[in-house]
């Protein structure tokens, strides 16, 4: 089955430090990617996606790019800030035509902490 | 506002005790899931809708019932809840065709004792 593997957290960052958090994916299909963020005591939102190969997802700075050859979508951004600590859950979907019905796997999420 | 909302965002029970979470959506989305969340284990998804009268397991269904009897709502039933689903549940909602981004809710933070 499809899985997704991130790296383990917590991250602690200083302020406008570079930041990379890899993920890896195992799908039988071609799956979309995503990266989604959960701010403390809130529900998931979307962050980012690509979905199609060598696709680059943008958001808020952030920018993640599908690679087909290393089944990896790592996410990163140049400079953080205090406001970017949160969860990070990189996550597939092969969408309605994978059976599961849309279902989204995530992976374990990584927590970053960025310090001023 | 478009969002998905869920009652009630926190709630202490005891074994044994018949419960319901409610989720609804104001977006007029067709396909509506619930996954918990866990730590160390991410989010998995318990059930799924891709329509009113059409439900369907997940990845981890056992001890949970849903039902879709509305388009807007789709409430998780724990019939018989154990310590075993303590965990923070989310609804999620989305289109069937074209842009199907789902959307979460804010979450359920439920404690079986």
């Known amino acids: 089955g499809n899985s997704v593997t991130q790296m383990e957290g917590p991250v602690t960052l200083s302020e406008e430090a570079f930041l990379t958090i890899n993920c890896t994916y195992t799908?039988?299909?071609?799956?979309?990617l995503f990266w989604y963020v959960q701010y403390p005591g809130e529900g998931l939102q979307l962050l980012l996606k690509?979905?199609?190969?060598?696709d680059k997802g943008s958001n808020k700075g952030f920018e993640a790019t599908y690679r087909k050859e290393t089944t990896s979508f790592h996410l990163e951004k140049g400079s953080v800030q205090v406001s970017d600590s949160a969860v990070y859950f990189c996550a597939l979907s092969e969408g309605f035509s994978g059976g599961g019905g849309n279902k989204l796997t995530f992976g374990t999420g990584t927590q970053l902490k960025v310090e001023l | 506002e478009a969002q998905v909302t869920q009652n009630p965002r926190y709630l202490i029970t005891v074994t044994g005790k018949k419960l319901t979470v409610t989720c609804s959506q104001n977006?007029?989305?067709?396909?509506m899931s619930w996954y918990r969340q866990d730590p160390g284990l991410g989010l998995r998804q318990i059930y799924y809708s891709m329509n009113v009268e059409v439900t369907d397991k997940g990845d981890v269904p056992e001890g949970y019932k849903v039902s879709r009897k509305e388009k807007r709502n789709f409430p998780l039933i724990l019939e018989s809840p154990s310590p075993n689903q303590t965990s923070l549940y989310f609804c999620?909602?989305?289109?069937?065709?074209?842009?199907?981004?789902?959307?979460f809710g804010p979450g359920t933070r439920l404690t079986v004792l």
């Open positions: 977006m007029n989305h067709e396909y």
């Open positions: 999620a909602s989305s289109f069937t065709q074209g842009y199907n981004e789902q959307f």
């Open positions: 799908a039988t299909g071609y799956p979309s």
């Open positions: 690509a979905t199609k190969a060598d």
